[in-house]
């Protein structure tokens, strides 16, 4: 396609549930990038893959976060057992090769009730 | 790591002003300075980047000035319109994949 595409737009998951975020990026793109946004706050870096490989995932916050990207193209976040503090809205980016160019997609807005 | 600082957080400017946002940054290893625009409900659009072997750089009515000395970077907008109104984010990295974000300005362009 022609941009970073994010699915579901909005997730309502009730405290405790798991839930999974997608991210399809632009065709070609090398790099792709998971942030995390709070409400009235700049982009937190979560985690990193270039094609496959997961290489850098400083930013996830505690271990029920969970990145994939088996294939190279689309990528899975997934959150486990999902609470209160989580709810923000997580932007996933792509870029064809390196840290610039970046292409954000629209988000996934998640909130946990 | 990057820590990348942003003020002001909000900014009111009547239509046809312009609006300075600046940023500053701690890892002298930074050599690239993006910027991006947010509009509510969507994803962070670049709108003009700079990289750390030029002082300046201008397109239209946003220009981008970077000090690599003193560690720090603005956005310009002159001649301000209603549409320009969103959040607006700087960032920087080392081209390592590590780029990080100030926490955002809100610009209001009031007609």
């Known amino acids: 396609g022609a941009g970073v595409s994010q699915s579901p737009r909005y997730k309502v998951a009730k405290r405790g549930q798991d839930v999974a975020l997608r991210c399809d990026p632009i065709?070609?793109?090398?790099?792709l990038f998971w942030y995390q946004q709070a409400l009235g706050q700049g982009p937190e870096f979560l985690t990193y893959?270039?094609?496959?490989?997961?290489?850098?995932k400083s930013g996830l916050p505690s271990d029920r976060f969970f990145a994939e990207r088996p294939e190279g193209s689309v990528s899975t976040l997934k959150i486990q057992r999902t609470q209160q503090e989580d709810s923000a809205v997580y932007l996933c980016?792509?870029?064809?090769?390196?840290?610039?160019?970046?292409?954000f997609g629209s988000g996934t807005r998640l909130t946990v009730v | 790591g990057e820590n990348v600082e942003q003020h002001p957080s909000t900014l009111s400017v009547q239509e046809g002003d312009s609006a300075v946002i600046k940023c500053t940054y701690s890892?002298?290893?930074?050599?690239?300075f993006p910027w991006y625009k947010q509009e509510l409900g969507k994803g962070p659009q670049l709108i003009i980047d700079?990289?750390?072997?030029?002082g300046e750089k201008k397109d239209q009515r946003i220009a981008v000035t970077l000090n690599k000395t003193a560690k720090h970077f603005s956005l310009h907008i002159t001649e301000t319109q209603p549409e320009d109104s969103a959040v607006y984010f700087c960032?920087?990295?080392?081209?390592?994949?590590?780029?990080?974000f100030g926490a955002g300005t809100r610009l209001t362009v009031k007609p």
């Open positions: 980016a792509s870029s064809l090769a390196g840290g610039y160019g970046y292409t």
């Open positions: 700079i990289r750390s072997n030029v």
């Open positions: 893959f270039q094609n496959e490989a997961q290489l850098d």
């Open positions: 890892d002298s290893a930074s050599n690239y």
């Open positions: 065709s070609g793109h090398v790099s």
């Open positions: 960032a920087a990295s080392s081209m390592r994949n590590d780029m990080r």
